[in-house]
């Protein structure tokens, strides 16, 4: 089964409003990654956080971990039309070296 | 180097059919994977390679699918005798790394439909 889970599994905001995408995941983690996919395209990356940190921030992005709840969420301020894609959150684990993947949280911005 | 290639971007083939792909990773990543995304779900990991040795295959890759890396460079991925569950989107990444995993960056994908 799917390591990251996506929460909402939709999101739909006006153009400027703030979005925030949780992601829930099972077993312990190296790092934890989130992924920008536009539709029927590759996935694009956006930020790495490792196990040892809480926060991090990449221009309008902002990631937090919480090893404790097993859950990180990802930030979008001031969102653009240009941010509508599915965003998916991948963890590793302490046992592979594959990334596992959850079902994504498809967001739409309307200008 | 402009980041991952794959090609080719888009195959259509009658089930039954031999496909191969390709995926050009960026230039020093030792490490390669190769996934595969249905619609409407995340991606589902297939195989991983560090440099040319193959270390772990999903139980999703059966014996139809095979993968290779000989030069420890560009990878293929060859289904065989294709059936209609195959199609999906075959995505490629690539990553630098030792120890724990680093930021893996994905090509545009191969999307393969069998008719």
């Known amino acids: 089964s799917q390591q990251g889970e996506e929460d909402p599994q939709a999101l739909s905001i006006q153009e400027g409003e703030n979005a925030t995408m949780n992601c829930s995941y099972k077993t312990s983690i190296n790092n934890l990654q989130w992924y920008r996919q536009n539709s029927g395209r590759g996935l694009v990356h956006l930020i790495l956080i490792r196990s040892n940190e809480r926060e991090k921030h990449s221009g309008r992005l902002r990631v937090t971990l919480d090893t404790s709840k097993k859950s990180s969420s990802l930030l979008i301020t001031a969102s653009r039309a240009a941010d509508t894609a599915s965003y998916f959150c991948a963890t590793d684990t302490n046992t592979g070296n594959q990334f596992y993947f959850g079902t994504g949280t498809s967001l739409t911005v309307i200008p | 180097d402009t980041g991952v290639s794959q090609n080719p971007r888009h195959k259509i083939t009658k089930r039954g059919q031999n496909v191969t792909f390709r995926c050009d990773p960026i230039s020093e990543h030792n490490r390669l994977y190769w996934y595969r995304q249905t619609l409407g779900q995340g991606p589902e990991f297939l195989t991983y390679?560090?440099?040319?040795?193959?270390?772990?295959k999903s139980r999703l890759l059966s014996d139809r699918f095979s993968a290779e890396r000989p030069k420890g460079s560009f990878s293929t991925l060859e289904i065989q005798r294709t059936e209609q569950g195959d199609s999906a989107m075959y995505l490629c990444?690539?990553?630098f790394g030792q120890g724990e995993n680093t930021e893996a960056f994905f090509g545009q994908g191969t999307r393969l439909t069998v008719v």
């Open positions: 390679f560090q440099n040319e040795a193959q270390l772990e």
């Open positions: 990444a690539s990553s």
